[in-house]
C-alpha cells in the first residue's frame, strides 16, 4: 500500500491534541480550517490581509504561507 500524505487538520477527528505533522506544514488557510466559497448561514467570516508595512529588512507577510 501506498504511503499517502493527508493534512492531518482536515482528517483530525479533535481540533487539539499532538500530530506527527509541522506546524508550517498542511492546510494553508486561516487556523488551517476548510475551505469554503459558500457563506450562507454564516454567523462570522474572517478574511485575512496580509501585511509587513513595519518591517523593514524581512517582507514576506504578503506571499502569505507559501514563502
Known amino acids: ?5 493527508i ?3 482536515f482528517t483530525a477527528r479533535s481540533k487539539t491534541g499532538a500530530s506527527l ?11 488551517r480550517r476548510k475551505y469554503t ?4 448561514g454564516a454567523d462570522a467570516v474572517i478574511w485575512g490581509i496580509p501585511f509587513d ?15
Do not use: C, I
Open 1 to 5: 500500500m501506498a504511503n499517502q500524505e
Open 7 to 9: 493534512d492531518h487538520a
Open 21 to 31: 505533522e509541522p506546524t508550517y506544514a498542511g492546510a494553508l488557510s486561516f487556523m
Open 37 to 40: 466559497k459558500d457563506v450562507k
Open 53 to 67: 508595512a513595519a518591517v523593514t529588512n524581512r517582507p514576506g507577510a504578503r506571499f502569505g504561507p507559501q514563502a
